[in-house]
């Protein structure tokens, strides 16, 4: 009965391991699968048998774990060794989850302290981002101890709660498997070493790395070598990146056909001088990325050589989604190359706004310059903001001296220059510009002490660009052999938009002008305008020509009109109630108001009277009225009439600067007596009315009167008494007594006279004097010949003129 119970049992039992085998597929399925499920793996095939030798041997395992697919086959196990003869992990992007948030824990893995050994033979990994699929092999010699072979070497150490080791990688594995289409990945070169660590949430990797890009643009190539050891780690929850880079030696350098990059111009060659070709790139301790937020804390950036370049970059924080917008860095730049003393540039760009400093020293300004200069020094700050794709709002500084500057012909000394450009939300921009010299130099004209003030607003809106402009210059003087001037004054305002509309208010020696134009591209009209002011104002100007003539009183005024570009003005210029002195000559009560034009280096004014009141040059003339023009620059005055010893004269017409000709004066109706006594200690009188004629004759500067002539109008008299000369004759020559005795007391029939005056001033007159003595009764014909020297006489006269003093002495200070 035992027997057969225990038959019984015994095909109970092969029967169920008989079942088992044979439906061991679902068997296994149904009971792993819910322990593969609550780690988030799926098991979707599984194909195994037990070998003669007790080993299990799965032809086919397939495993899906967050979308990552892994498919092993030719597998054989036993209780030493595990086998895989092919394995395919296919590697996806991950699915969304709710659970992606979810933070990363430290290692804890139970790990069996004793299991098979696993032996893969290849591992094909594959993605859409590898150009080709990776492949490799893992070997564990020891429990828990890996090596991996193929396309990348490693090797690995798994405990408890940590997996740590080493792989080597280079630019071949990188450049075959990484899926770029950026070229410039060929001409990278690298190889590296690295330790690495992962504790579940951290991954460490540190180790050397050399890596070499070198490139080629056009006929410029850079190479850029990077030695040293680089200590990277990866925080999982964080999400934050650091780079250990300070113990990175990074060079670059430039091929010297790289200058010919630059485009051609006249800097081009001074450029090309100064930039380096070698640079060494300093990185800092650590970088660090979280969260899209890339820290840097310093770059430094030196050139190696002569041409001394240090760019230093700090605090450099920057999204990296979004690189502009939250950008924070600090930069400070030095330079100093054998043509330029020092650039230093210090910024700081805080999001979308940045400020700072700069500084420019030379010694000479560079070859291309269209100046040479020397002490050059500019200098300035900054600050904008909403410069990223905006027009910039903020404000810019700059300040230029030079000691001395050369340019088209200007010769400058002691230059300072300030200018501030500013520009606020609603885009009002305004540019001031202050300048000062000392003294500037072109061809023959010297100007010193000149300062000046520009300012510009304008709105930079939608719209057509006005610009409102205002400008005040002072200049102590200007300097020429042919005229100076002083204290000139002058502020303008103007408009500027498609031409320039503007007007000057000057003060050039006190005189002041009005100054309207208007600048296009086709045309330059202008107008001046004289306000009616004292010509006392002009003496500053007269006394640079005629040092002995000023003006004493009076007033003029103008207006001028025309066109720079065509070189033509029309004016019109008045004088009135003007008192000049010459030396010794005065002239009073000028009046005249004359028009003309100017027209391509041809000045004419229109036929124009003038009235003079009286002119004093010893003889006094009065009442003096004539015409006056000007064509094609020489200047004619004729039909001069006027008053003169009681009867009147007239002058036909006198070309003023003409070397050869003859002006014809007449004279009518003059009082004898008082041409007589002119000397008025003479002791000669005569009466009558004279009249003549007189050719003055001008040559080379030479003032002679040829062929005149004097005669008599009418009857008159003549009387000698206590005449020193006439008694001396009569006591000397006694036989002539009775002849000469009739002529004390003449009654003139007729008087004729040549007369004939050297350009000495000596003056000859041939007298025929017929008349009637009545005391005698006798008639008288008496021919005589009398020379004098008239200049001598005239200025004899002047110095007694009364009136003529006390000008001379009111006036007798220079700028009064």
């Known amino acids: 009965m035992f027997k057969r119970i225990g038959l019984i049992v015994g095909a109970v039992l092969l029967s169920t391991l008989l079942l088992s085998y044979v439906f061991r597929l679902p068997l296994l399925q149904w009971v792993i699968a819910p322990e593969l499920k609550k780690a988030d793996i799926t098991l979707s095939c599984l194909d195994f048998s037990i070998t003669s030798s007790l080993n299990i041997h799965a032809d086919r395992v397939c495993l899906n774990y967050q979308n990552q697919q892994l498919q092993l086959t030719g597998i ?40 098979p050994l696993i032996n893969i033979k290849q591992l094909v990994v594959k993605s859409d981002e590898l150009n080709k699929p990776l492949k490799i092999s893992i070997l564990e010699p020891e429990l828990n101890k890996f090596n991996v072979s193929g396309d990348i070497n490693a090797s690995a150490i798994l405990t408890a709660n940590k997996v740590m080791g080493q792989f080597e990688i280079n630019d071949t594995f990188l450049k075959h498997v990484i899926n770029t289409k950026n070229t410039l990945i060929a001409d990278f070169n690298f190889n590296t070493q690295q330790a690495f660590s992962f504790d579940g949430i951290e991954l460490e990797l540190n180790g050397d790395i050399r890596s070499q890009f070198a490139h080629t643009y056009e006929q410029c190539k850079v190479n850029v070598l990077t030695t040293g050891k680089l200590a990277t780690r990866f925080n999982l929850n964080s999400q934050a990146l650091m780079f250990n880079t300070d113990l990175l030696n990074n060079k670059i350098n430039l ?52 041409k001394q370049f240090d760019i230093l970059i700090t605090d450099t924080t920057l999204n990296i989604t979004s690189p502009f917008e939250d950008l924070q860095t600090t930069l400070s730049a030095q330079i100093n190359t054998p043509n330029i003393n020092n650039i230093n540039v210090n910024a700081q760009l805080s999001d979308a706004a940045i400020k700072g400093d700069y500084a420019v ?101 939608v719209g057509e660009l006005f610009a ?76 640079q020509f005629e040092p002995l003539a000023q003006l004493t009183e009076g007033e003029f005024n103008g207006y001028i009109s025309g066109d720079i570009n065509l070189q033509n003005a029309l004016f019109n210029i008045g004088i009135s109630h003007t008192s000049a002195l010459y030396n010794d000559y005065l002239a009073s009560d000028l009046n005249s108001v004359f028009s003309g034009e100017y027209n391509s280096g041809k000045l004419n004014v229109k036929p124009t009277t003038f009235n ?85 004759h001008f040559d080379s500067g030479k003032i002679e009167i040829i062929d005149g002539s004097l005669f008599s109008q009418g009857t008159g008299n003549l009387k000698i008494t206590n005449n020193a000369a006439f008694d001396s004759v009569m006591q000397q020559q006694q036989e002539l007594q009775p002849v000469l005795g009739l002529l004390t007391n003449l009654d003139i029939q007729k008087l004729n006279s040549s007369v004939a005056l050297k350009n000495d001033g000596w003056l000859k007159l041939g007298v025929n004097l017929q008349g009637y003595n009545k005391a005698e009764q006798q008639q008288v014909n008496f021919n005589y010949n009398h020379e004098e020297n008239v ?26």
């Open 76 to 115: 054989t196990a036993n209780t030493k060794r595990v086998y895989i003869e092919n394995a395919v992990l296919t590697v996806n992007p991950p699915p969304k989850s709710d659970n992606a948030n979810q933070l990363a824990k430290n290692l804890d893995l139970a790990l069996p302290l004793n299991r």
């Open 255 to 306: 091929t010297p056909s790289c200058t010919e990059l630059i485009p051609p111009s006249e800097y081009a060659g001074f450029i090309s001088k100064q930039v380096p070709l070698n640079w060494q790139l300093k990185l800092p301790q650590s970088i660090s990325l979280e969260a899209s937020e890339l820290s840097v804390p310093a770059i430094n950036l030196v050139s190696v050589g002569d």
């Open 361 to 461: 020293m030379l010694e000479n300004l560079p070859e291309f310059a269209p100046a040479t200069a020397n002490g050059l020094s500019l200098s300035g700050h900054f600050n904008i903001s909403e410069f990223i794709d905006s027009k910039p709002i903020g404000l810019i500084n700059a300040k230029l001296t030079l000691n001395s500057v050369d340019a088209f012909d200007i010769s400058a000394v002691q230059y300072q220059g300030d200018l501030t450009a500013k520009m606020d939300k609603q885009l009002n921009a305004e540019v001031t510009l202050t300048q000062q010299l000392k003294s500037a130099e072109y061809k023959e004209f010297k100007v010193t002490d000149i300062s000046n003030t520009l300012t510009a607003n304008a709105n930079l809106g």
């Open 468 to 543: 409102d402009l205002t400008a005040k210059t002072n200049i102590k003087a200007v300097n020429s052999p042919d005229i100076k001037l002083n204290n000139i004054k002058i502020e303008s305002t103007g408009l500027q938009s498609r031409a320039l509309k503007a007007t000057h208010h000057a003060f050039i020696n006190d005189v002041e002008l009005v100054i309207n134009h208007h600048v296009s591209s086709q045309a330059h009209p202008f107008e001046v305008i004289i306000p009616e002011q004292s010509t006392l104002l002009l003496n500053a100007f007269i006394s």
């Open 612 to 696: 003079l009141n009286e002119f004093r040059a010893g003889a006094v003339v009065k009442a003096i009225e004539g015409q006056w023009q000007v064509n094609n620059n020489t200047a004619l005055i004729n039909d001069v009439k006027g008053s003169v010893f009681g009867g009147e004269f007239s002058l036909d017409s006198y070309t003023v600067g003409k070397p050869n000709q003859v002006a014809n004066v007449k004279f009518e109706n003059i009082d004898a007596s008082k041409l007589v006594t002119l000397d008025d200690k003479s002791g000669i009188v005569l009466t009558g009315r004279l009249a003549g004629s007189l050719p003055v």
């Open 791 to 816: 200049f001598t006489l005239l200025r004899a006269l002047r110095l007694s003129d009364e009136i003529t003093q006390k000008v001379e002495q009111q006036y007798s200070q220079k700028g009064n």
